[in-house]
C-alpha cells in the first residue's frame, strides 16, 4: 500500500513563501490526479489545489494567483508552491490521491504563518 509523505511546512511571516513537497512509496503520484487540503483548527479539511495527470490545475478561490501545484512524474512528486502567505492560511496541509477506488492521505506537515 502506497504512503504519502508530506514536507515543507513551517513558520513565516506574513508575506513569506513556502514550497511544500509529497512524495510517495510508488508512481501513484505520477499516475492520478493529486490534491492538496488543508485543515485549520476548528475548521473542516478543505480543498486548496488539485492538478490532473494530464496537468490542469484547480485551485480554491482562497489561493488562486498565490498557490501553485506541480507535479514531477519522473520523480512521483507533487508540489505546492506557497507565496502571499497570510495568517489565514495557516493549517495543517496534507497531500492525496486516489488510486483503484482507494483514497490515501499523508500525514500531513504544518504551515503557520504569523503576521
Known amino acids: 500500500q502506497a504512503q504519502l509523505v508530506e514536507s515543507g511546512g513551517g513558520s513565516v511571516q506574513a508575506g513569506g513563501s513556502l514550497r511544500l513537497s509529497c512524495a510517495a512509496s510508488?508512481?501513484?503520484?505520477?499516475?492520478?490526479?493529486v490534491a492538496w487540503y488543508r485543515q485549520a483548527p476548528g475548521n473542516q479539511r478543505e480543498l486548496v489545489a488539485n492538478?490532473?495527470?494530464?496537468?490542469?490545475?484547480n485551485y480554491a478561490d482562497s489561493v488562486k494567483g498565490r498557490f501553485t501545484i506541480s507535479r514531477d512524474n519522473a520523480k512521483n512528486m507533487v508540489y505546492l508552491q506557497m507565496n502571499s502567505l497570510t495568517p489565514e492560511d495557516t493549517a495543517v496541509y496534507y497531500c492525496?490521491?486516489?488510486?483503484?477506488?482507494?483514497?490515501?492521505w499523508g500525514r500531513g506537515t504544518q504551515v503557520t504563518v504569523s503576521s
Open positions: 492538478i490532473a495527470r494530464g496537468g490542469s490545475t
Open positions: 492525496q490521491t486516489i488510486s483503484g477506488g482507494m483514497w490515501y
Open positions: 510508488n508512481n501513484i503520484l505520477s499516475i492520478n490526479t
